[in-house]
């Protein structure tokens, strides 16, 4: 795996680039769409387990941190979608020039799906969509509700004096801005990737599967879900800060991209 | 103020990863040692909500050069495939990114910082390497103490506090605190079961004082930071634990009364950072 920053010299992005290890490397690209917040701290390992199940079979790998997240540039507080939405081109643009393929295949999880599903211009074969994200306003609310309950290795240790904020969600900062553009985030109404293949792995039943099925289909996108027994946990306030070690969900993802090569 | 960082894959065989946040050129002075960060239980190398990277950005502005990297088999580290056991790996990986960046800036003096399982392994890198002029340890090595006895039973028990006024309750209470205070049982394992899945061992308080008196022969300069009833439930408790060892000018110790042990309020993180640089130029920047 190779370390590097990439895009902007003033606000330059951290990216994880793994070349294929097979003897034959494979036609696309695969890039990795990181979730936000704690997910992403709690998924780091998963995806960096993920590409290099990927670069063994092949394939060129990028995983790469958003702007204001992980090792890039930006405080905490200062990201937004469309400037996310920005990241990702450019991490597909890099990868592309880095692999040398023309096909690109995206790999969101959690916020990074619905990241990789709202991000218009991007040229993608291959979109996979891990425990999506459907409505970025549902997942607000819901973690408002984890944050609210006040699980007890969040809160301080003697109850007393969390400031009052609205501007602070398990532990990480939220302005309104980033909250007001990641609440208009709708895979129902503002999907704009224009994958000609589309997969959901999905560790718990979706209830908006035949809307996006529709959404889907109108865009004339090949489309298969499959609900996969593995670990998720993520509406669980007591699974917080458990890192996530799945392998069903990572082995059905390598699997399908291998069998569309 | 533009803040340049490099990503680097050192070590023997290129296994390790790491980020050095540079100083801010026109602070940068010589003498100035590097900022170790080391990694937080399974948490890779960015840290609990950021907070190395918030803290990187944040000693650079002050001149310190710093670097977050993750040992082998954590984060984008690799895993060793040796026989050795997993204290030495972890030593050695410590050791393999100093000799990286002596000989990447030609700095040869260190500040090795971490929390949880990252104190720990500060801990026993600082006894063992002589480049390591300064620690500061996040919930680090501290032994009970009858007052963290008291303040555990009272507090676990305040519901209940007609038993402050039961002479059996008391009895029973001071029965319990002399059994462990005598066996030393307590001062086995650290298990952070709830935040990290992750254990610890605290060795013998015997063993960490010995250690402590030869860091402080040595000159190394100590901070430590305690959370509330990670390890310790008062501020004097390390200094009580350790009555014995003469640490003079070179120790400060801060108890974070109501924060949790991974910092997940922003405001009490805010403010550790703060507690960490006011340290670092003391202790560093003025001598």
Known sequence: ?261 | MMIMEHAYAFGSSAQLVGILTDATPSLSSKGLPIILLLNAGLKHRVGPFRLHVDLARELSGLGFPVFRFDLSGMGDSNNHKDKRSREEQILSDIQEAMDFLSSRKGIHNFVVMGLCTGADNAHKISVRDKRISGAVFLDGYCYPTAGFYLRKYISGNFRYVPKLFNPVAWWRFIKKISIKLTSDTYATSVHDKREENYYWTLPPKQKTETELKLLVARGVRLLYVFSDGFISNYKDQFVTSFKDVDFGNQIQVEFFRDSKHLYPIIADRKRLIGVISDWLQTNFLKT
């Open chain 1, 1 to 261: 795996m190779n370390p590097f920053y990439f895009g902007s010299s003033k606000e330059p992005l951290f990216g994880a680039y793994h070349p294929p290890m097979a003897q034959e490397a494979m036609n696309s690209a695969v890039l990795l769409c990181q979730p936000l917040g704690l997910e992403y701290l709690r998924t780091h390992w998963s995806l960096r387990r993920l590409a290099d199940m990927l670069s063994r079979v092949g394939f060129h790998v990028l995983r790469f941190d958003y702007f204001g997240t992980g090792d890039s540039a930006g405080q905490s507080s200062e990201g937004t979608v469309e400037r996310w939405h920005n990241d990702i081109r450019c991490a597909a643009n890099e990868l592309l020039e880095l692999s040398g393929r023309r096909f690109l295949a995206v790999v969101g999880l959690r916020a990074g799906a619905a990241l990789a599903a709202t991000t218009d211009g991007l040229d993608t074969k291959d979109l996979v969509l891990w425990d999506p994200i459907i409505s970025g306003h549902s997942y607000v609310k819901e973690l408002r509700r984890i944050h609210d309950s006040r699980p007890g290795s969040y809160y301080r240790v003697h109850h007393q004096s969390i400031p009052k904020t609205n501007h602070e969600l398990l532990g990480f900062p939220f302005p309104p801005t980033m909250q007001d553009s990641f609440e208009q985030i709708d895979l129902l109404s503002g999907f704009t990737n224009n994958a000609e293949n589309i997969l959901i792995f999905s560790s718990r039943t979706i209830e908006e599967l035949p809307q996006l099925q529709k959404v889907f289909q109108m865009r004339g996108a090949t489309f298969a879900c499959e609900i996969i027994d593995d670990i998720g946990d993520w509406d669980k306030p007591s699974k917080l800060y458990d890192t996530l070690l799945p392998n069903a969900i990572p082995t059905a993802i390598v699997n399908a991209l291998v069998s569309r090569k």
